[in-house]
């Protein structure tokens, strides 16, 4: 390469940071939008590191966004926040060009080694089941009535659930499958009133908890993850009265000291609560970025908005999210929580 070529493609290059996020795809849209707005106002709030941030629109589709990934780097990227999706986050790690600090907004499909750069922090409600296996043991229970749907994600929560708990020294003692018919219900109930169960745990989302709540009882402690908080309606919420779950403080606590220095995003009326959760990340994301920018291997914990942030193993950011209980349909923190 002659010494003009070499500096026209250093004027190419201009430091930053870049965001792959996938905006061309329709059923990703929305919460890679709340994602970018989110990382804009904590740009806005606290510019840290100087870099501007450069927002790549890509496609669902895996191998875009790993060219999209390289061309970014080719262009100057310093640090790269994303890819969103899980199958897109596999295709990265399983490559050989993640050659910046990256920080992935999910996790790969499978339990696989990440390479050296690529971080992973996000939404998996997977540690939510498991924290609320360590809260509910904390609380003195020790046999678990497990209600579960036929999907996929509610069979990983039961596993997460049942994992942790077995390590607290409890155990699932019945495994009941969701369902709507009053009959079945009623056979939940029965099964409730033997008294084999100290707690149920609901691997559910909020429509189904809400179907099955009123089965359950008002004695038996009821404990579920953020995936039953999906509206600020208390009318909606009343059935799920008493149940204990876990969701970050961004949704929970508007006068945590983070929470208060960033403005809502403004929707014209159409926020939504997964919408909320996503420019939550997209905040704590960029915050995480300028700790990655800085080098090294030695993470502080972030008290950030979508929780209490620490570093794991193989490089994965865990979050501890705040208790909360349903209270005449309002979600009221734990005392507990609040005092930490």
Same mark, same amino acid.
């Given at each position: 390469m002659t010494m003009t070529a070499a500096r026209a493609q250093q004027a190419e290059q201009v430091a930053h940071i870049a965001v792959l996020l996938p905006l061309k795809a329709a059923s990703?849209?929305?919460?890679?939008?709340?994602?970018?707005? *989110?990382?804009?106002?904590?740009?806005?709030?606290?510019?840290?590191?100087?870099?501007?941030?450069?927002?790549?629109?890509?496609?669902?589709?895996?191998?875009?966004?790993? /060219?999209t990934y390289e061309r970014a780097v080719h262009d100057g990227a310093r640090l790269i926040i994303g890819p969103l999706t899980r199958s897109a986050v596999s295709a990265l790690a399983s490559s050989n060009?993640?050659?910046?600090?990256?920080?992935?907004?999910?996790?790969?499909?499978?339990?696989?080694?990440?390479?050296?750069?690529?971080?992973?922090?996000?939404?998996?409600?997977?540690?939510?089941?498991? /924290?609320?296996?360590?809260?509910?043991?904390?609380?003195?229970?020790?046999?678990?009535?497990?209600?579960?749907?036929?999907?996929?994600?509610?069979?990983?929560?039961?596993?997460?659930?049942?994992?942790?708990?077995?390590?607290?020294? *409890?155990?699932?003692?019945?495994?009941?499958?969701f369902t709507q018919e009053p009959a079945s219900l009623m056979k939940l109930r029965d099964s409730l009133a033997l008294g084999t169960a100290d707690m149920a745990f609901l691997a559910l989302d909020g429509a189904r908890a809400r179907a099955v709540r009123s089965y359950l009882g008002a004695v038996l402690p009821v404990y579920a993850t953020s995936l039953v908080h999906t509206t600020p309606d208390p009318k909606t919420n009343f059935e799920l009265n008493g149940v204990i779950f876990v969701d970050m403080p961004w949704m929970l606590l508007a006068d945590h000291p983070a929470v208060l220095s960033y403005a809502r995003p403004e929707t014209g009326g159409q926020s939504t609560m997964e919408f909320q959760r996503f420019y939550a990340v997209g905040i704590d994301a960029y915050r995480?970025?300028?700790?990655?920018?800085?080098?090294?291997?030695?993470?502080?914990?972030?008290? *950030?908005?979508?929780?209490?942030?620490?570093?794991?193993?193989?490089?994965?950011?865990?979050?501890?999210?705040?208790?909360a209980q349903f209270v005449q349909g309002e979600p009221?923190?734990?005392?507990?929580?609040r005092s930490r």
């Open positions: 990703f849209t929305r919460p890679a939008d709340a994602v970018r707005r *989110g990382i804009f106002e904590a740009q806005r709030v606290n510019p840290g590191s100087g870099l501007p941030v450069v927002v790549h629109n890509t496609s669902d589709d895996p191998y875009d966004i790993v /060219q060009l993640v050659t910046v600090p990256t920080l992935a907004l999910n996790t790969p499909e499978a339990e696989i080694p990440l390479p050296p750069n690529l971080y992973v922090f996000g939404l998996q409600v997977e540690p939510e089941a498991r /924290q609320i296996a360590q809260l509910a043991a904390e609380q003195g229970r020790r046999k678990a009535l497990v209600v579960v749907a036929e999907t996929v994600l509610s069979h990983r929560l039961s596993q997460a659930f049942a994992e942790e708990f077995a390590q607290r020294k *409890g155990s699932v003692v019945e495994q009941f499958p995480l970025a300028q700790d990655l920018l800085k080098g090294g291997s030695d993470f502080a914990p972030l008290d *950030g908005v979508t929780g209490y942030i620490t570093p794991g193993r193989d490089r994965r950011f865990t979050r501890e999210l705040i208790p009221k923190v734990l005392t507990e929580a």
